[in-house]
């Protein structure tokens, strides 16, 4: 059964070997182990758009992978996709929920054997490390928020636009009216005269 493989290269200028030797390469293995690559991506140096280097070529990649169709993405390395850990790391981990191999010529790494499967087990733990990073930092930051009397949430709105909102409910003004004339939001006068219903 053919294997439907897509290529992914980019041009860097810490990687030596350039995108058309890296697509070249990864032909050559894919037509010697019987996959058939429908697509192949490449992306080289662009200018940073607002600190982020553009990559047209591997987001296409990743909307085609995500998007199902295809059975494995071949690599020159891992260096080649993702401009930061998370993103490695998320790339992996989306490929390894919709079903869909990877081939690292560098390491001769496929996911298809079971050295491969160690790096999808691998990057499982590095994605619950960061998962478990990111959430630790959060509650770690509340909890000295809270210790430094910091209120979360909206503001209390000022008690004198409260009692007037109320009064402009009795008098029979409507909730958006009585919000404008009050200074406060609509919504807000909404759960006043919500709670006003519920007391009576």
């Given at each position: 059964m053919?294997?439907?493989?897509?290529?992914?290269?980019?041009?860097?200028?810490?990687?030596?070997v350039s995108a058309e030797d890296q697509i070249e390469a990864l032909k050559a293995i894919a037509a010697d182990r019987g996959w058939l690559v429908?697509?192949?991506?490449?992306?080289?140096?662009t200018?940073?758009?607002?600190?982020?280097?553009?990559?047209?070529g591997e987001?296409?990649?990743?909307?085609?992978?995500?998007?199902?169709?295809?059975?494995?993405?071949?690599?020159?390395?891992?260096?080649?996709?993702?401009?930061?850990?998370v993103e490695l790391v998320g790339f992996i981990e989306m490929c390894r929920m919709v079903g869909v191999g990877m081939y690292l010529h560098d390491r001769e790494i496929d996911t298809a054997t079971s050295d491969g499967m160690?790096?999808?087990?691998?990057?499982g733990m590095m994605a619950f490390h960061l998962r478990q990073s990111r959430r630790d930092r959060i509650l770690r930051g509340q909890a000295a928020a809270r210790s430094a009397s910091v209120r979360f949430g909206r503001p209390p709105i000022p008690t004198t636009k409260v009692e007037k909102a109320k009064q402009l409910l009795a008098a029979g003004k409507g909730v958006r009216e009585a919000g404008r004339l009050a200074g406060i939001s609509p919504a807000s006068v909404s759960r006043l005269k919500g709670s006003r219903e519920q007391m009576a």
């Open positions: 053919l294997i439907n493989a897509v290529i992914y290269a980019r041009t860097s200028p810490d990687c030596p429908t697509k192949v991506f490449s992306d080289r140096p200018p940073l758009k607002k600190g982020r280097e553009r990559r047209p987001d296409a990649m990743l909307d085609m992978v995500s998007a199902g169709g295809v059975q494995k993405v071949l690599l020159w390395s891992v260096d080649r996709v993702g401009r930061t850990l160690s790096l999808f087990d691998l990057t």
